[in-house]
């Protein structure tokens, strides 16, 4: 779009006109403040709750447009990732820009490998959690920690340093979910076994007991590393808008991914599956699903795992897991929660409610049910979706350190809605108004 392209703003609180130059199809909200009611007083402000229609920066890291169900990681469409790359080699163009030569690829795998090890105390810290904590609880706490071991993430302007940080964070992630989980059973953790591949190493790190070697199913390998791949990064989410705030008041990578992590732990956001799922242990047996329809029809209730807030008509991912939930299970077998997630597919793909309302199984009904048949708890969905959007968040976070037009640190504009300013009133001359506060009583 050319340098005329404009948009004319009248304020006709003024009668004053304004012409605001458009680019990239936006209006930078500053050049907002020139339009005043009156001389010396606060410019016009965008209101805009949850961000929804405002971009915070620019990037070239992923690219999706909902409506045209297009989903890109620097260009390359998901599908055709897909179909020839596998989690790592995705991994390094996220965060490097571009599909790795064959003898960078095999650096890059060493590299990461390199820092799958945690140093011992990390153990020790994740075994001073309860024994019943939240596997992303536990992860939350103990990436923030590793700043602590690594001084050198501090020196963020340091390129080899960021790049350092970021193969670390890579290669530690499993290693962390993993430890999380076994902790959570009382079992002994598991090295990493850096033999196998990325998520290979993951599995083995999960479920190894006795033997002397863990060799994962190629097709729970190939299942788990090709969900990683299609939850990398997706623009800015919740998750990466945090990443970068984080980033922005030049915090450690640590830090900016624990509240990542963080973010990313909420039933709107990384949890969603979780509601998935839950949902298939409510309706219990395929029995049960013809009244759960009729409740669904008659808008008595919401079924998770249907439609998408963004890809609004389609989602390029789910045909790929749609086909990947079938082979997981032709290796796991049924059961009736499977059966209950098969029904409600078959549902949603032929009744007419479903169909014209475009509530498609989405990314969140069929990573859960993948998930649950490869036999990880629920509450470790979250988790592993962190895994994924590990790669991603560092992108995001190198790609904003260095960007001439994030200046200063995010501080975004409020509209106050509160009291006007009010005299203080001692203790003693305040009227009692409404009940007491309660007593609490609890576990501490």
């Not at 979780?274 to 013809?290: T, Y």
């Not at 609004?312 to 790929?320: A, G, K, M, N, W």
């Not at 649950?372 to 708890?377: H, L, Q, S």
Request: proline share 6%; charged share 20%.
């Amino acid at each position: 779009m050319g340098t005329t392209a404009t948009l004319t703003v009248i304020d006709n609180r003024t009668g004053k006109r304004y012409e605001l130059p458009i680019e990239n199809n936006a209006i930078r909200a500053a050049d907002l403040a020139q339009i005043v009611e009156r001389e010396g007083w606060p410019g016009l402000l965008s209101y805009d709750p949850a961000l929804a229609n405002t971009a915070t920066c620019k990037s070239r890291v992923s690219y999706l447009d909902g409506q045209h169900g297009i989903l890109r990681y620097r260009g390359y469409s998901i599908q055709d990732l897909a179909e020839h790359s596998n989690f790592l080699e995705t991994a390094y163009l996220i965060v490097k820009g571009e599909l790795p030569t064959r003898s960078h690829f095999a650096m890059w795998q060493h590299n990461i490998k390199t820092h799958t090890l945690t140093h011992e105390n990390v153990k020790r810290f994740i075994d001073r959690f309860r024994y019943d904590s939240h596997p992303m609880g536990i992860v939350i706490g103990t990436v923030g920690a590793l700043s602590t071991f690594y001084p050198d993430a501090y020196d963020i302007f340091d390129l080899e340093s960021r790049r350092v940080q970021t193969r670390r964070l890579i290669g530690k992630m499993p290693t962390i979910a993993a430890f999380a989980y076994r902790h959570q059973r009382g079992l002994p953790y598991v090295d990493p076994d850096n033999s196998l591949s990325y998520t290979g190493n993951f599995l083995s790190m999960l479920f190894r007991m006795t033997e002397l070697h863990y060799q994962p199913n190629p097709v729970l390998e190939r299942a788990l590393d090709l969900l990683f791949m299609l939850q990398a990064d997706q623009e800015q989410t919740c998750s990466a808008t945090v990443a970068r705030i984080v980033c922005s008041a030049h915090a450690d990578p640590f830090s900016a991914v624990a509240a990542a992590c963080a973010a990313l732990s909420g039933t709107r956001h990384g949890a969603a599956n979780v509601k998935v799922l839950e949902a298939f242990q409510e309706i219990g047996s395929v029995a049960n699903v013809p009244r759960v329809m009729k409740e669904v029809h008659a808008g008595e209730r919401q079924l998770p795992g249907f439609g998408h807030p963004v890809f609004t008509q389609y989602d390029p991912r789910t045909p790929i897991l749609g086909r990947l939930a079938h082979e997981v299970i032709g290796v796991t077998g049924r059961s009736p929660i499977v059966d209950v997630a098969l029904e409600l597919e078959r549902i949603a793909r032929e009744d007419d409610w479903f169909v014209s309302r475009r509530l498609y199984p989405n990314i969140d009904f069929y990573s859960g049910l993948i998930y649950w048949a490869i036999g990880i708890p629920v509450s470790m969905f979250p988790v592993l979706l962190a895994i994924a959007r590990t790669a991603g968040w560092m992108a995001q976070w190198s790609e904003m350190l260095v960007d001439q037009e994030q200046p200063r640190m995010t501080r975004p504009k409020q509209i106050y809605a509160g009291e006007p300013e009010r005299p203080y009133v001692s203790i003693d001359q305040r009227p009692e108004a409404g009940p007491q506060e309660p007593l609490i009583r609890g576990r501490y």
